[in-house]
């Protein structure tokens, strides 16, 4: 499996913008459908957006238009672009790594990003 280190969090005004950033070590990082998942206090962990080994992506309706999913296979990252980012986006968010092979998954740490005036 791989290992997931996020970064890019922080506090932003309602409206602005955040990139999330998610390095893997590890072997074969294209093949791994990757995800961004967020939880907010006192509630579950839900999916927020996700890529497959072929760059498909996949977004929750609440941030479909806000917010974009990519990759860079080379450095074995993937990204969150998140813009106008509202109250309600403030969570922990965490990125997921799904090997499609045999089913495994790996969490990252996790990056708080709090939407606030």
């Known amino acids: 499996q791989v290992q997931l280190v996020e970064s890019g969090g922080g506090l932003v005004q309602p409206g602005g913008s955040l990139r999330l950033s998610c390095a893997a070590s590890?072997?074969?990082?294209?093949?791994?459908?990757m995800g961004w998942y967020r939880q907010a206090p006192g509630k579950q962990r839900d999916v927020v957006a996700s890529?497959?080994?072929?760059?498909?992506?996949n977004y929750v309706d609440s941030v479909r238009g806000r917010f974009t999913i990519s990759r860079d296979n080379a450095k074995s990252t993937v990204y969150l672009q998140m813009d106008s980012l509202k109250p309600e986006d403030t969570a922990v968010y965490y990125c997921?790594?799904?090997?499609?092979?045999?089913?495994?998954?790996?969490w990252g740490q996790g990056t708080q990003v709090t939407v606030s005036s």
């Open positions: 997921s790594a799904y090997n499609p092979l045999n089913g495994g998954r790996s």
């Open positions: 590890g072997r074969s990082f294209s093949i791994y459908t």
């Open positions: 890529i497959t080994s072929r760059d498909s992506t």
